[in-house]
């Protein structure tokens, strides 16, 4: 990665990265938020939703001058970034199913952006270009296992 930074995965997980993708990345960073820790297929929903303008991604960190978007506060409909950050959590899943991991059960471990190097613009103004790194892990979700209770209602003792 650009700064040096990389997320080592697991055996049992599986990762994609993005390097260079034409982006905001400040709308990056909080899409990434937005979708940390959510299901492969909910991320699916909520992606192609913002995408289509139907649901805002809720901006906390780089809020400054954005207008508050229905049932969400300060938030975007950042179309671009959401398109290429699905492509990216699409590869990841590929690179998981040839892992062989259960793909109905995917979570998204780890998904992480930063900033890309500078591409200058030629011309009168020379301005610059966006660029983002996009880092996407994920793995199996975890089986959660009921407590077993007495008849009593009451808890089992830890030993």
Request: hydrophobic residues 40%; proline residues 3%; positive net charge.
């Given at each position: 990665?650009?700064?040096?930074?990389?997320?080592?995965?697991?055996?049992?997980?599986a990762?994609?990265i993005?390097?260079?993708?034409?982006?905001?990345f400040?709308?990056?960073?909080?899409v990434?938020?937005?979708?940390?820790?959510q299901?492969?297929?909910?991320?699916?929903?909520?992606?192609?939703?913002?995408?289509?303008?139907?649901?805002?991604?809720?901006?906390?960190?780089y809020?400054?001058?954005i207008?508050?978007?229905?049932?969400?506060?300060p938030?975007?409909?950042?179309?671009k970034?959401?398109?290429?950050i699905?492509?990216?959590?699409e590869?990841?899943?590929k690179?998981?199913?040839?892992?062989?991991?259960?793909?109905?059960?995917?979570?998204?471990?780890?998904?992480?952006?930063?900033?890309?190097?500078?591409?200058?613009?030629?011309?009168?103004?020379?301005?610059?270009?966006?660029?983002?790194?996009?880092?996407?892990?994920?793995?199996?979700?975890m089986?959660t296992?009921?407590?077993?209770?007495?008849?009593?209602?009451?808890?089992?003792?830890?030993k």
């Amino acid at each position: 990665m650009a700064n040096g930074y990389a997320y080592n995965a697991a055996a049992n997980e599986a990762k994609a990265i993005g390097v260079a993708m034409p982006i905001s990345f400040k709308s990056s960073v909080e899409v990434c938020r937005w979708l940390r820790g959510q299901k492969v297929e909910q991320a699916y929903k909520m992606l192609d939703r913002a995408a289509a303008l139907k649901e805002a991604v809720p901006f906390t960190r780089y809020f400054e001058e954005i207008a508050h978007q229905k049932n969400v506060g300060p938030g975007k409909f950042p179309v671009k970034a959401c398109t290429y950050i699905k492509r990216i959590i699409e590869s990841a899943e590929k690179n998981a199913q040839f892992k062989g991991l259960n793909s109905s059960n995917l979570i998204i471990k780890h998904i992480a952006a930063q900033s890309g190097g500078k591409v200058f613009h030629q011309g009168r103004n020379g301005r610059q270009g966006k660029n983002a790194h996009i880092e996407v892990v994920l793995a199996e979700g975890m089986k959660t296992e009921k407590k077993v209770k007495k008849e009593g209602g009451k808890a089992a003792p830890k030993k």
